[in-house]
């Protein structure tokens, strides 16, 4: 069984910063991409940022300049550095990661954290 745990979200001032980590464990044997996501009040899920094994990320153009995703491949962890938050950046975030559980298994499954609620506001 593979979990995805989430920390660090809370309420913050417009303009703070807030850093989220994400610890993978569970039987696995290799993560490929690992991404955050977030979902705002009465909005679909959206992509906010990912990072691939090779180091390589993406992020949304809401958040580019602002927010850095990093990982720490030995640890099996994805942390999120963000910084001049707006009330818009208000959602739960939502971990992902595509996941190789084992060596004789060469699917990669998709796995999610349970969420970390991010409030910005005065």
């Known amino acids: 069984q593979v979990q995805l745990v989430e920390s660090g979200g809370g309420l913050v001032q417009p303009g703070g910063s807030l850093r989220l980590s994400c610890a993978a464990s569970?039987?696995?044997?290799?993560?490929?991409?690992m991404s955050w996501y977030r979902q705002a009040s009465g909005n679909q899920r959206e992509l906010v940022a990912s990072?691939?094994?090779?180091?390589?990320?993406n992020y949304a153009a809401s958040v580019k300049g602002r927010f850095t995703i990093s990982r720490d491949n030995a640890k099996n962890m994805v942390s999120l550095e963000m910084n001049s938050l707006k009330p818009e950046d208000t959602a739960v975030y939502y971990c992902?990661?595509?996941?190789?559980?084992?060596?004789?298994?060469?699917?990669?499954?998709?796995?999610w954290g349970q969420g970390t609620q991010v409030t910005v506001s005065s």
């Open positions: 992902n990661a595509n996941i190789r559980r084992t060596i004789v298994d060469r699917n990669y499954y998709q796995y």
């Open positions: 569970g039987i696995i044997f290799n993560i490929n991409t």
């Open positions: 990072i691939r094994i090779d180091g390589s990320t």
